[in-house]
């Protein structure tokens, strides 16, 4: 019999302390991503807040906000970073959101499969999501993922931007690399 969303909150409040995802009925604990693809996704983060949070045009979110995906398993998920419009979210909710985000952020581990990662990114596409972005920071690329056509694959010195989500927003692709100090 597969889990639904309910059995994965009563599961996260017995288990506080670990990520958890509902996928295709199943409850999936996610183990720690590790210190870099983390350092990655705050540097993600704070960039797309800074632009998002002054001009009141949505939500930026962490990996421990869920979205409940609109299919027949009520999977579950969180990306590593992820982007919501105003429009669609005037409200925050302590629950997992039931809609998509509009922009989402998966940011490789050393223990990911790529094309588990890909999948998940595909997942959201299917359900609504406008952009969905892969980031691996071993290969230093991030893929950037849209309902239709291939990925376009940005790597140092190019520039990430939606236009049609965050119009003047933009992110260096090195400047999300985890810094080394001498």
């Known amino acids: 019999m597969p889990l639904t969303v309910t059995d994965l909150k009563h599961f996260q409040q017995q288990h506080p302390n670990h990520r958890l995802e509902l996928i295709d009925g199943a409850i999936v604990v996610m183990s720690p991503s590790g210190f870099e693809s983390d350092e990655i996704a705050a540097a993600i983060i704070a960039q797309l807040w800074a632009w998002v949070r002054p001009r009141k045009l949505g939500r930026v979110v962490a990996s421990s906000a869920g979205y409940i995906l609109p299919n027949a398993t009520a999977d579950t998920r969180a990306p590593d970073a ?3 419009k105003a429009e ?3 409200r925050t909710t302590e ?3 039931n809609l998509v ?3 989402m952020f998966e940011v490789r581990s050393k223990t990911d499969n790529l094309d ?3 999948a998940k990114i595909r997942q959201f596409l299917n359900f609504g999501t406008t952009v969905g972005v892969l980031v691996d920071y071993q290969t230093q690329t991030i893929e950037v993922y849209r ?3 291939e990925p376009v694959i940005l790597q140092d010195g190019d520039r990430f931007t939606v236009p049609e989500l965050l119009p003047g927003w933009e992110m260096e692709v090195s ?3 985890a810094p080394e100090f001498d």
Do not use: H, K
Request: net charge neutral; aromatic share 14%.
């Open 88 to 90: 669609r979210m005037r």
């Open 175 to 177: 400047s999300i690399w």
């Open 116 to 118: 588990q990662l890909r």
């Open 147 to 149: 309902d239709q056509g």
């Open 95 to 97: 629950d997992f959101a």
């Open 82 to 84: 992820s982007f919501v």
């Open 101 to 103: 985000p509009d922009l």
